[in-house]
């Protein structure tokens, strides 16, 4: 009998369709166009505008578009896993109501988050159940509702931040294809130069903490950008190394997109052609947990059955990692 691995075998996505770019923020912060577009590659970015409307409406309107493209009954999915740095709410999962709100009633559900990471950890996660035998059908999400943790009046994030939702389905293959192999890290440490520290259990907001806009979201981002140009590459480098893989073998690159300029570090060091990178962050900037299963995506008309990808993420608190992936079905 064939060792089972973890596959993708389907992909969903959406994005709000409110379009905020980068001459819209020159009238709400000092900015400019060229400057945002040269430092980081965005140009614009989708924000989730109407009220009440929160991570789970992306995450939702995700899992109809996988489900429908699919053709999937959701009584069959196994299991729900949301990777989202920003719930809809603190003490309720925002996966248990997204799984019920698509008709997902036989799945159990949770949240999983490792900020920009969180996907990439998501596919470990559900790689880790299906090769044990526990489930067949694992919808795994990563969805970010970011401007609402966003303070418009600052530069350093407003620019770099978007909303959106991506959804793939884990099944079992007999092929060999899916989820080869992972290199995944983090270093608490790290947590003091990337977070939102007000509003967990550690900070409680207050009215004074809230008139001070300390809900908002803060990065040190030489430290961040240093961490993430280094952490990413090393480990993508590293994954194809000791799967003695060479830049010829590899289809895509398909990595976090947080900043251009990292992405280019990252295909630089592992020696990969620019059109083997995938790359929406002009569009969408980060999406923070979307970011990876957007690209799929976006990509997934160019994916062939076979086709070799490495995935690199980094994210606060800090993580970051990197997973070998074989693709397994022609769209």
């Excluded at 996505?13 to 009238?27: A, D, H, M, S």
């Excluded at 620019?274 to 790359?279: A, L």
């Excluded at 490495?310 to 970051?320: S, Y």
Aim: hydrophobic share 40%.
């Amino acid at each position: 009998m064939s060792k089972i691995t973890a596959a993708i075998t389907a992909v969903g996505g959406y994005v709000p369709e409110y379009v905020l770019t980068n001459k819209i923020l020159e009238t709400m912060v000092e900015t400019n166009d060229e400057w945002i577009t040269s430092r980081t590659g965005i140009k614009e970015r989708r924000i989730l505008k109407e009220d009440g409307k929160g991570t789970s409406y992306l995450a939702i309107k995700a899992a109809e578009d996988l489900i429908q493209k699919k053709g999937l009954d959701p009584k069959e999915i196994d299991l729900v896993i949301v990777c989202t740095a920003t719930p809809d709410m603190k003490a309720a999962a925002t996966a248990a109501y997204t799984a019920t709100q698509i008709g997902a009633v036989n799945a159990f559900s949770y949240d999983l988050e490792a900020a920009c990471s969180s996907f990439l950890f998501g596919m470990s996660t559900a790689t880790a159940y299906i090769e044990a035998g526990r489930y067949k059908k694992i919808l795994l999400i990563g969805a970010d509702k970011n401007s609402s943790f966003i303070n418009y009046k600052d530069r350093a994030t407003c620019i770099i931040f978007g909303d959106g939702a991506g959804a793939v389905l884990f099944e079992p293959n007999e092929e060999g294809l899916g989820l080869q192999d992972e290199l995944l890290r983090s270093n608490g440490e790290g947590r003091d130069f990337l977070q939102a520290t007000y509003g967990g259990s550690s900070y409680p907001i207050n009215k004074d903490t809230f008139n001070e806009g300390k809900h908002y979201v803060f990065q040190d981002g030489k430290t961040v950008f240093k961490n993430a140009v280094f952490n990413m590459a090393d480990v993508a480098e590293k994954i194809m190394k000791r799967n003695d893989l060479t830049n010829d073998d590899i289809a895509w690159l398909a990595a976090h997109q947080a900043n251009k300029r990292i992405i280019d570090a990252t295909a630089n060091r592992i020696e990969l052609e620019e059109d083997k990178v995938m790359m929406n962050i002009q569009r969408y900037g980060n999406t923070t947990s979307a970011t990876l299963p957007l690209l799929l995506f976006d990509y997934e008309s160019q994916l062939k059955k076979g086709d070799k990808i490495i995935f690199a993420a980094f994210g606060g608190g800090f993580t970051w990692g990197s997973i070998y992936l074989k693709w397994a079905y022609n769209s």
